[in-house]
T-cell receptor, first 114, second 115 residues
Framework: RKEVEQDPGPFNVPEGATVAFNCTYSNSASQSFFWYRQDCRKEPKLLMSVYSSGNEDGRFTAQLNRASQYISLLIRDSKLSDSATYLCVVNSYERGSTLGRLYFGRGTQLTVWP | EAQVTQNPRYLITVTGKKLTVTCSQNMNHEYMSWYRQDPGLGLRQIYYSMNVEVTDKGDVPEGYKVSRKEKRNFPLILESPSPNQTSLYFC??????????????FGSGTRLTVV
């Protein structure tokens, strides 16, 4: 079973739509959670960290449910520039490691059309 | 500007010809890592390094070598490249504490084609 599972999409939505991505992780000891954005053929870039209480950054809202081992990303009022692949990332600690290791989901592709 | 620099950006080579992809970071990060990204498979970790002279295998280390002689540099070496190593490669480094969110900074990528 993969450490991090995501719906690959693709999600095709019109401008202004609200879209939600989901992600599940397998290691209950995971400590830190992130959403990354990756444009075509470019490097992944940190979009936002995900905190236990949920957090918002402008049109983006991230939520974490530790009991269900589930992370979500909500994008409101979608823009054309939001078209990208969104990667769910989990930091899990392994025995003997003080830093942990990042596990990446395969990504969810979003296309926003005019 | 804080960054991770990879070179070259694009490389076409022939099977068996040794090559090195360089990676350098200017953020004084201890942790560095190499990934390859293939369609449908996502990012897979090749090797990582917790600090100078400390390296370890990731999920797909076969056919690759790394070295970490100094903190800023973490080159990826393909001693005898094969066509199945054709891929998009990313180097990344991580902040050492929760202040940095443990998140990665990625290099711009190296698109390698082995013919």
């Amino acid at each position: 079973r993969k450490e991090v599972e995501q719906d690959p999409g693709p999600f095709n939505v019109p401008e202004g739509a609200t879209v939600a991505f989901n992600c599940t992780y397998s290691n209950s000891a995971s400590q830190s959670f992130f959403w990354y954005r990756q444009d075509c053929r470019k490097e992944p870039k940190l979009l936002m960290s995900v905190y236990s209480s949920g957090n918002e950054d402008g049109r983006f809202t991230a939520q974490l449910n530790r009991a269900s081992q589930y992370i979500s990303l909500l994008i409101r009022d979608s823009k054309l520039s939001d078209s990208a692949t969104y990667l769910c990332v989990v930091n899990s600690y392994e025995r003997g490691s003080t830093l942990g290791r990042l596990y990446f989901g395969r990504g969810t592709q979003l296309t926003v059309w005019p | 500007e804080a960054q991770v620099t990879q070179n070259p950006r694009y490389l076409i080579t022939v099977t068996g010809k040794k090559l090195t992809v360089t990676c350098s970071q200017n953020m004084n990060h201890e942790y560095m890592s190499w990934y390859r990204q293939d369609p449908g498979l996502g990012l897979r970790q090749i090797y990582y390094s917790m600090n100078v002279e400390v390296t370890d295998k990731g999920d797909v280390p076969e056919g690759y070598k790394v070295s970490r002689k100094e903190k800023r540099n973490f080159p990826l070496i393909l001693e005898s490249p094969s066509p199945n190593q054709t891929s998009l490669y990313f180097c990344a480094s991580r902040a050492p504490s929760r202040v940095g969110g443990y998140g990665y900074t990625f290099g711009s990528g190296t698109r390698l084609t082995v013919v």
